[in-house]
């Protein structure tokens, strides 16, 4: 079964910079499409970036330029670099793992990490 476990959330200010990692126990990490979404409280989840299989990226107008989406096969990791964070920034932030642009299963989603980020 498909795990993702996010780490490197924590409290930060405003300014600051965290990296996120996410960690997938799948087999078919290399060609899913990956991606990091954020929920605040009271909002929908959105989408902040993904990364697919081919290295193609996509963000957020409100994240780009300071996040960036990469990804390491090799350790079946993504990662979310997040510099000069903003305080509308704290949120939730969940990994996703989606295989269905190549006929796989998906999305998968991990459990979550807290981004907090003071003024």
């Known amino acids: 079964q498909v795990q993702l476990v996010e780490s490197g959330g924590g409290l930060v200010q405003a300014g600051g910079s965290l990296r996120l990692s996410c960690a997938d126990s799948?087999?078919?990490?290399?060609?899913?499409?990956m991606g990091w979404y954020r929920q605040a409280p009271g909002n929908q989840r959105e989408l902040v970036a993904v990364?697919?299989?081919?290295?193609?990226?996509n963000y957020a107008d409100s994240v780009k330029g300071r996040f960036t989406i990469s990804r390491e096969n090799a350790k079946n990791t993504v990662y979310l670099q997040m510099n000069s964070l903003k305080p509308e920034d704290t949120a939730v932030y969940y990994c996703?793992?989606?295989?269905?642009?190549?006929?796989?299963?998906?999305?998968?989603w991990g459990q979550g990490t807290q981004v907090t980020v003071s003024s």
């Open positions: 996703n793992a989606d295989g269905r642009s190549r006929g796989l299963p998906g999305p998968y």
């Open positions: 990364i697919t299989s081919g290295g193609e990226t």
């Open positions: 799948g087999r078919l990490f290399s060609i899913n499409t």
